[in-house]
């Protein structure tokens, strides 16, 4: 998958797509992350990407032109899946993650200061959001996407079950989980877990998950069928 990342501050995200699992991804040939930073396409004199509001306002909303000129020389025939990263946005779920997985190309835009011109927006497929909060760009919304979507894609992943019995998979917190030593100042691993009985350990995994959830998340209890 190719993903195209439109922004203001490219820098941003070396650290997190050239790192670990991104990083492996990347050198297979599996992701091809690619920056391009808004700024370059202004036409103004001093690279202006941002201007006051009509009808007034608080902060500055960045401006259309850098980011159709970006539009037209990244993705001119829109090929690629536009997403703009925004606090209005559908909120990112595992569900959505896994279908945004399945694109062959994704382009992402993401936000500045205090929002983005509403023409630029109009020409995106979709608006993401991850969560009922707002930060200071859309940025970090952005990493946020690319790596919960990779790993629903195939080869991203060590192991192709890592991501079946995480959080979230089946609609429940994940059981709660343990390694060597099997006692460490004085707590134990439970015993279930070192029976070696397969069928008491999927129990167990199953209630603690359902344990886990009605104490920290009974809102998602709720919604299970």
């Given at each position: 998958m190719k993903i195209d990342i439109l922004t203001l501050f490219p820098e941003m995200f070396e650290g997190v797509l050239y790192s670990s699992i991104m990083k492996r991804?990347?050198?297979?040939?599996i992701l091809e992350f690619v920056l391009h930073n808004i700024r370059d396409y202004s036409e103004s004199k001093h690279k202006n990407t941002d201007d006051y509001p009509f009808g007034g306002g608080a902060g500055m909303v960045m401006m259309p032109q850098p980011i159709f000129s970006c539009l037209d020389a990244v993705d001119k025939d829109h090929t690629a899946y536009r997403i703009a990263l925004t606090p209005r946005g559908d909120v990112l779920t595992p569900d959505l993650a896994k279908e945004l997985s399945q694109k062959d190309s994704l382009?992402?835009?993401?936000g500045h200061y205090e929002g983005i011109d509403e023409r630029a927006l109009s020409v995106m497929d979709r608006e993401v959001s991850i969560g009922d909060y707002v930060l200071t760009g859309g940025e970090l919304p952005a990493m946020?996407?690319?790596d919960c979507l990779s790993r629903f894609i195939y080869g991203v992943l060590g192991s192709e079950d890592s991501n079946k019995d995480e959080?979230?998979?089946y609609g429940l917190l994940e059981y709660p989980q343990?390694?060597?030593p099997a006692e460490f100042r004085g707590m134990k691993v439970?015993?279930?877990l070192l029976s070696g009985n397969h069928?008491?350990?999927e129990k167990w995994r199953r209630n603690m998950a359902l344990e886990e959830t009605?104490?920290?998340r009974p809102d998602l209890l709720e919604k299970l069928k």
């Open positions: 991804a990347n050198e297979k040939g382009l992402l835009l993401c946020v996407l690319i959080s979230f998979s343990y390694t060597r439970p015993d279930v069928a008491n350990i009605r104490k920290r």
